[in-house]
């Protein structure tokens, strides 16, 4: 029989960063966030909790564990005051600071089309490690949406 | 706005203390040889080697054919771990190391589990702490390695390494410990008397990253992991870092002079930080405290907040201190260490480690606790929870 010794280690694969020919290493910035991303962190937008709100959702991301609730305030179709609160990283607190500023006054069906990249494209950029972290605010977002709709069919 | 750096993270590294960065200067200097030379730059450099090599002998009691230079305390774990079961692999195949070890431990040890060894994880306590009875009861006939470090790196906490020890010898198990965050912080002069292995890194006690050190008692069966030369007595191949070594040895020195002291100094200023701390910020809880732990790490669980926020609301205040510990940073999910003591995620996220040192004032200390309390209640009033 052969050896059943097959578990080698292989890093994974190294060629995947490399610089093409002449090009400059990249410039670390001293701060691991851009500076919208900190400005959006320390002093995040739309802060805050809603009584009697037409949509609410509380989401979670398992991975890590964070966590956040938002608000909408809807008249006819429009989101016309949107409001957060979040247990999170920098990344999530800013990510869905920007979500919110983007959603508000924002129709529903066009708030609908928002996505994660929208968001971290409005913040010009933000680490690759910490991309997951925006999923959380327009993920709130379209929930909060369908929870809108829900609770607006039952009325009708 | 002038800001100055406040350094909380002296179990990260610390800053390089005068006399290493003294003794490593002629190196940079001309004196470049190679201490395997027969020339007098090789015998220069030889000297220094063996120099460094006779002062670390001197502050553990050992002979100095017992220091092993590494590359540091990463490098120093694999060779213990490694090179012990790869000795003793026809006596026996099952290790014992604790659920709080280092990466550097615990990622070789599941290493070792996936090529045939097998391994227990030895629990710990509330407290952070490994219970001997515990590993008592967990060693086999075919035991053959037992490794737990001195005092861990999150917590502080003390580990009953003595105790250990002497249990491994009257079985005639190796005796590892990874004293890496223990060395300048609790006297280890009289180690060999309870440990076979002994694990040192250099960057942790002022000294240059890039050095370290495997006390092996002699006698005690170790295969060579680094084969390529007769360096380090044949068990770690490859030219010695002549100048980070003296760095080390020159640290170590400081390390171990006016221990006492220095231990009474920083204790005492943790001990506000903590009372400050339990002062002003409610919702918090430190981590190993009813453990004896080393005088200068405080690890705290502030509920309802995450710890990165945290962090990086002080960082852009200037200070440093870290989140579980610094080798997870960039690794999502809560701490290992703090997991194992029976935290919850939720509370493990909301950990950070602050590790005081020799630079550390009264005043350092608090604004940092002034600093925490704003950016606790920051925080906390933008909380979902
Ligand atoms: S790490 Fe969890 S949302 Fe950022």
Redesign the interface.
């Known amino acids: 029989m052969q050896s059943e010794?097959t578990?080698e280690?292989c890093p994974e694969d190294l060629s995947a960063d490399e610089p093409a020919p002449g090009e400059q290493p990249p410039e670390e910035p001293v701060?691991?966030?851009n500076e919208t991303v900190?400005d959006h962190?320390?002093s995040?937008r739309n802060?805050g909790e809603i009584d009697n709100p037409d949509g609410f959702a509380?989401v979670g991301d398992p991975?890590?564990?964070?966590?956040?609730?938002l608000w909408i305030r809807v008249e006819g179709g429009y989101i016309l005051d949107i409001k957060?609160?979040?247990?999170?990283?920098?990344g999530?607190?800013a990510t869905s600071s920007m979500a919110t500023m983007l959603a508000m006054g924002m129709h529903i069906d066009d708030a609908r089309l928002l996505t994660d990249d929208d968001v971290v494209r409005a913040l010009g950029g933000i680490p690759a490690?910490k991309e997951h972290c925006s999923l959380m605010g327009v993920g709130a977002l379209h929930a909060a949406i369908r929870d809108y709709e829900q609770r607006s069919s039952k009325k009708l | 706005m002038s800001r100055q750096t406040i350094y909380f993270d002296h179990n990260a590294t610390t800053a390089l203390c005068p006399e290493a960065r003294q003794a490593m200067l002629p190196f940079f200097e001309g004196e470049f040889g190679n201490p395997s030379s027969y020339h007098h730059l090789g015998r220069k450099a030889r000297a220094s080697l063996q120099a460094s090599r006779y002062g670390l002998a001197d502050i553990f009691n050992c002979g100095p054919g017992e220091v092993v230079f590494t590359s540091g305390g990463t490098e120093a774990n694999n060779m213990a771990l490694r090179g012990a079961a790869a000795a003793l692999r026809r006596r026996g195949r099952h290790i014992i190391v604790s659920a709080i070890e280092h990466h550097s431990v615990l990622k070789t040890a599941e290493a070792l589990a996936a090529s045939g060894y097998d391994v227990t994880f030895a629990p710990v306590d509330d407290q952070g702490v490994v219970d001997p009875q515990r590993v008592a009861a967990a060693t086999r006939p075919d035991t053959i390695l037992i490794s737990v470090m001195s005092a861990n790196n999150e917590t502080g906490a003390l580990q009953p390494v003595h105790e250990l020890g002497k249990l491994s010898r009257r079985q005639g198990i190796v005796f590892h410990t990874d004293a890496v965050q223990a060395f300048g912080k609790i006297d280890l002069g009289t180690v060999f008397e309870w440990a076979d292995l002994v694990t040192l890194a250099s960057h942790k006690i002022y000294g240059p990253a890039g050095a370290g050190a495997l006390l092996v008692r002699n006698g005690t069966p170790l295969a060579s992991v680094i084969t390529g030369g007769h360096h380090e007595r044949g068990l770690r191949g490859g030219t010695e870092n002549i100048a980070a070594i003296a760095g080390f040895a020159a640290a170590s020195l400081q390390a171990v002079a006016g221990l006492d002291e220095k231990a009474a100094r920083i204790g005492s200023l943790r001990d506000r930080f903590e009372a400050r701390l339990l002062e002003d910020i409610s919702g918090i809880c430190i981590n190993s405290r009813d453990a004896r732990r080393v005088h200068n790490t405080s690890n705290i669980c502030f509920e309802g907040v995450e710890s990165e926020s945290v962090l990086l609301h002080l960082d852009l205040l200037g200070i440093c201190a870290s989140a579980g510990s610094a080798c997870t940073t960039g690794e999502p999910g809560p701490s290992h260490v703090l997991r194992a003591m029976g935290l919850s995620n939720m509370q493990a996220q909301g950990a950070l480690r602050f590790s005081l040192g020799r630079s550390t004032t009264a005043e350092e200390v608090d604004t940092v606790a002034a600093a925490l309390a704003g950016i606790v209640e920051k925080l906390r009033s933008l909380s979902s929870l």
């Open positions: 010794d578990d280690h701060l691991f966030y900190i962190f320390t995040p802060v509380l991975a890590c564990g964070d966590q956040m609730k957060f609160k979040s247990f999170g990283c920098p999530a607190i490690n």
